[in-house]
């Protein structure tokens, strides 16, 4: 069983009744006295601050207490004797746990007066603590089974900093490969996955705060995201697990649409943010992680800026199966796992853009010979041009890059001009595939509103903001517009298709998004 422990952090007593209570209403299971915080520290203190945890709300909360050294991130620098002595007092007045780290419980002291203060508790129990902030531990396995060697009743405890998504898997490993209680999780954004994960993996505890600014680690969640976000309450060892791999990945919606939808048919799978630094050796390193480890059930991904090309190169190298449309667009946006472990590869951004379009334009529109202008020559731009040309439109694209812009013209026969030509435009559909305009640069635009015209139908595929100055000005104009949140929709809901093989609720996925975006 996991607990959801939320470390209370706290200056002096009142501010810590605060927290305590807060804790309680976001959902904390256990509660972690972080008394290093506490300025005057002292045992009275410390006592104090146990009775108000214990006798805040109906429920009484398990609670560990923690008095971190300064080398393992204390808050404040106090000298190792007065941790102990404030240890032993929180034993004393009635705590479950407690922590110590593995280096200052080695000093034969140390250890005598743990080990004593312990035994004349009926129910406490040691957590025995290791933190590395930089990095990977030398060899985390040989340190597991020292710290079970030095006090085989303790909860071994070993928390690293994950500089790159792929250090997770060492984590998951050693949850994997132990039995009885023991905390095993990352730190950093890179790590974030290990704490959600952490339940599904049975790691004695996993920490959230109560609100952004009150989180005592590098990358740790706050317990609203967690629930309601990452559905904590519904994770068991079962469960499938789902992601969109990207770098950057912390902005991405896929994890509230996909989450929401999972929850809304009652399927027993999360989806995470995963977030996958580098190139293809990056990319290809994190597959086969991720193969090479079927129990931790990683059924399918989506995939975005920058690996929907190392997706499909990946998926071709490993002889997995691509469907010919994405082969052909020259993208990978969807990856499913199977149950031979057998990697396939789809893209959905194609039939996302041409549903935005045909259901903006009505069943009956003709999009042989309309003349469109695709502005961009990125992975999005490929599969909107993919699928213009395979109804015979007649394109443009222009991009500020001319080579990359040239290339794409020519692979789909299409016609090219560099963005200095777009004052020049006269075409009937202009798509904006560039990053113009999005958030945080919602005042650009890539088409200035001089050249918009009333029979024009304007399409940007940026979503955020849903409402872009290009879609604003174009309406100013009197022109038709299609938003970026339609195509958004229509790809997610595709994906969702091939994840669960059930229709999403489109409706449901489009209010995720707009909330989403409203609280950012
Ligand atoms: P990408 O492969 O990185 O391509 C980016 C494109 O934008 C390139 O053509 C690039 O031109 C151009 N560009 C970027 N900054 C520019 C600037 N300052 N001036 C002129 N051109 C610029 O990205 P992508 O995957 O195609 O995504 C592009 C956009 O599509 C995203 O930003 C996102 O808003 C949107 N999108 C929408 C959906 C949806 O479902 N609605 C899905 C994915 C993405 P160069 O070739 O010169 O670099």
């Given at each position: 069983?996991?607990h959801l422990?939320v470390?209370?952090?706290?200056k002096n007593?009142?501010?810590?009744a605060?927290?305590i209570?807060?804790?309680r ?6 509660l972690?006295l972080r008394t290093d ?6 045992t009275d203190?410390v ?6 945890a214990k006798?805040?709300?109906r429920k ?6 923690t008095?971190?050294?300064i ?6 620098d106090?000298?190792l004797?007065?941790r102990?002595d404030v240890?032993t007092?929180a034993?004393?007045a009635g705590?479950?746990f407690?922590?110590?780290?593995y ?9 005598e007066r743990?080990?004593?203060?312990i035994s004349?508790?009926t129910k406490?129990?040691l957590i025995i ?11 985390i ?6 710290i079970?060697a030095?006090?085989p009743?303790a909860i071994p ?11 997770c898997f060492?984590a ?15 730190m950093?954004e ?5 704490r959600?994960i952490a339940k599904?993996?049975?790691s004695?505890?996993?920490?959230a705060s109560?609100?952004?600014?009150a989180?005592?680690a590098p990358?740790q969640l706050t317990?609203r995201l967690?629930?309601e976000?990452?559905?904590y309450d519904?994770i068991?060892p079962?469960?499938?697990l789902?992601?969109?791999i ?30 996958v630094?580098g190139g293809q ?7 086969k992680?991720v193969?090479t480890?079927?129990?931790?059930n ?5 995939v975005t800026?920058p690996?929907?090309r190392?997706?499909l190169?990946y998926t071709?190298a ?9 082969e052909r667009i020259?993208?990978v946006?969807?990856?499913l796992i199977?149950?031979?472990?057998k ?6 951004d194609?039939?996302?853009a041409?549903?935005a379009i045909t259901?903006?334009?009505g069943?009956k529109?003709k ?6 202008a695709v502005?961009?020559a990125?992975?999005?731009a ?5 699928a ?6 007649q394109?443009?694209i222009?991009?500020?890059t001319i080579e990359r812009g040239?290339?794409l ?5 299409c ?5 200095d030509?777009?004052p ?5 559909l202009?798509?904006n595939?560039?990053?113009?305009g999005?958030?945080?640069?919602a ?5 200035p509103?001089?050249y918009i015209r009333?029979?024009m139908?304007?399409f940007?595929?940026v979503?955020?903001p849903?409402q872009?100055?290009?879609l604003?000005q ?5 022109a038709k517009t299609i ?8 790809q997610a809901?595709a994906q969702?298709k091939l994840f ?5 609720n489109?409706k449901l996925?489009?209010?995720?998004v ?5 609280r950012r």
């Amino acid at each position: 069983m996991t607990h959801l422990s939320v470390p209370i952090a706290a200056k002096n007593l009142d501010q810590a009744a605060r927290q305590i209570k807060a804790a309680r209403a976001a959902g904390a299971e256990m509660l972690e006295l972080r008394t290093d915080y506490l300025e005057n520290l002292s045992t009275d203190l410390v006592k104090s601050l146990v009775a108000a945890a214990k006798s805040t709300g109906r429920k009484q909360l398990p609670i560990i207490a923690t008095c971190r050294d300064i080398r393992q991130g204390a808050a404040i620098d106090y000298p190792l004797r007065l941790r102990l002595d404030v240890l032993t007092a929180a034993l004393r007045a009635g705590v479950e746990f407690i922590d110590v780290e593995y280096e200052n419980f080695l000093l034969t002291d140390s250890r005598e007066r743990i080990a004593r203060a312990i035994s004349e508790s009926t129910k406490a129990r040691l957590i025995i603590s290791a933190h590395n902030f930089e990095a990977k531990f030398d060899n985390i396995g040989k340190l597991y089974r020292r710290i079970q060697a030095a006090y085989p009743a303790a909860i071994p405890k070993l928390i690293y900093s994950a500089n790159h998504i792929n250090d997770c898997f060492e984590a998951f490993d050693l949850l994997r490969g132990t039995g009885g209680d023991r905390i095993v999780f990352c730190m950093g954004e890179a790590g974030l996955i290990s704490r959600i994960i952490a339940k599904k993996l049975n790691s004695f505890v996993t920490f959230a705060s109560i609100d952004e600014n009150a989180a005592t680690a590098p990358g740790q969640l706050t317990c609203r995201l967690l629930k309601e976000l990452y559905r904590y309450d519904s994770i068991g060892p079962e469960t499938e697990l789902y992601g969109v791999i990207g770098s950057p990945i912390a902005h991405s919606l896929s994890p509230a649409i996909h989450n929401a939808c999972f929850d809304d048919i009652g399927v027993d799978k999360l989806y995470l943010p995963l977030l996958v630094e580098g190139g293809q050796h990056e990319f290809d390193r994190f597959m086969k992680n991720v193969l090479t480890r079927p129990r931790l059930n990683f059924k399918g991904f989506s995939v975005t800026i920058p690996h929907k090309r190392n997706a499909l190169g990946y998926t071709i190298a490993g002889r997995g199966a691509v469907e010919p449309l994405a082969e052909r667009i020259g993208a990978v946006n969807t990856l499913l796992i199977g149950q031979d472990g057998k990697l396939s590869a789809y893209n959905t951004d194609y039939a996302g853009a041409m549903e935005a379009i045909t259901s903006a334009l009505g069943p009956k529109a003709k999009l042989k010979d309309l003349p469109v202008a695709v502005i961009g020559a990125g992975g999005v731009a490929r599969a909107i041009v993919a699928a213009l040309r395979d109804a015979d439109a007649q394109i443009r694209i222009y991009n500020r890059t001319i080579e990359r812009g040239r290339k794409l013209a020519a692979e789909f026969n299409c016609d090219f001009s560099p963005l200095d030509d777009l004052p020049d435009i006269d075409a009937k559909l202009i798509i904006n595939c560039t990053s113009i305009g999005m958030h945080p640069y919602a005042s650009a635009t890539p088409l200035p509103k001089k050249y918009i015209r009333k029979d024009m139908v304007v399409f940007d595929t940026v979503y955020n903001p849903p409402q872009t100055l290009l879609l604003k000005q174009a309406k100013q104009k009197k022109a038709k517009t299609i938003d970026g949140l339609s195509m958004f929709v229509n790809q997610a809901a595709a994906q969702f298709k091939l994840f669960t093989q059930k229709q999403p609720n489109t409706k449901l996925m489009r209010k995720t998004v707009c909330n989403s975006l409203s609280r950012r």
